[in-house]
């Protein structure tokens, strides 16, 4: 199976890291993303400060593009780790080593294999040369409003998901997505004054729940927005657009 561990930070402290322990933060990443020690890696993700993002939503049938990200929270998703493992134990297993600066925790939820991205997406090219930077298009939905939706409807939404997907690849920009199991799924490693507590059910508690992602290569922050609006999300709830700092396949 497959497992994404998302990576939150608070607020607060997310920016506030002295250069040394910054180094030494950048250090332990690396060292969790040796394939050679690691065999279960697949890919991770830095995102960039929350204030760098665009949030893009519908407004009256016209597509609105905030800067900033969608909503001020006390915890902020600040990098992703995709791991293949062959249960839920072994993903934890190795989640437990993801370094988090400023003591707030790891989700852990698993991958929906039934909805697959486009299958030219692929890893390889994060490491071509390009000029251009890589986008994440994190899909936000109320929870209730997910809730509320019927099988078809929810179909729907994956239809237009890959329906954008394919224009994108199409065009040369896809790299990769996943669409997220539910947080029903989730486990959750909660840093604190131990080393971690482990706990059943998302992160945080929050009204709009994180459905999945697309990474696209795109020229600029405007273009990859665009390429969010055509997403339902961004109809019914919102996507936030945000530069991928690294990634190391």
């Known amino acids: 199976m497959h497992y994404i561990s998302l990576i939150y930070e608070y607020h607060e402290n997310a920016e506030q890291l002295p250069d040394s ?3 030494a933060l950048i250090e332990q990443h690396r060292a969790l ?23 893009v939503r ?4 016209q597509s609105l593009i905030t800067d900033g990200p969608f909503a001020e929270c006390k915890e902020i998703l600040v990098g992703f780790y995709h791991v293949e493992s062959d249960d839920l134990d072994g993903a934890l297993a190795y989640a437990r080593h993801i370094p988090t600066a400023s003591m707030a ?12 991205p486009p299958s030219s997406g692929s ?4 490491t071509e040369a390009s000029t251009h930077p890589v986008y994440a ?8 409003v997910y809730d509320a939706l019927s099988e078809d409807e929810r179909q729907q939404l994956v239809d237009e998901n890959t329906r954008m997907a394919m224009r994108a690849d199409e065009a040369g920009h896809y790299v990769f997505g996943h669409k997220l ?3 029903l799924t989730s486990t959750s490693l909660r840093h604190g004054k131990i080393p971690y507590a482990m706990m059943d059910g998302p992160f945080a508690e929050a009204k709009e729940v994180l459905l999945g992602f697309h990474a696209l290569r795109c020229a600029d922050i405007e273009t990859a927005a665009r390429y969010a609006a055509a997403l ?8 936030e657009v945000r530069e991928i700092d690294y990634l190391v396949y």
């Open 181 to 183: 199991m539910s947080t």
């Open 33 to 55: 993303q040796d394939p050679a020690q690691h065999a279960g890696f697949r890919g991770c993700g830095r995102l960039v400060a929350s204030r760098q993002a665009v949030s």
């Open 137 to 144: 298009l994190l899909n936000y939905l109320d929870a209730e």
């Open 58 to 61: 519908h407004d009256n049938a």
């Open 232 to 239: 339902p999300e961004a109809r019914i709830g919102v996507v």
């Open 105 to 116: 925790g790891v989700e852990l939820r698993p991958v929906d294999a039934g909805h697959c």
């Open 123 to 126: 890893p390889k090219l994060l």
């Open 21 to 23: 322990d910054y180094q």
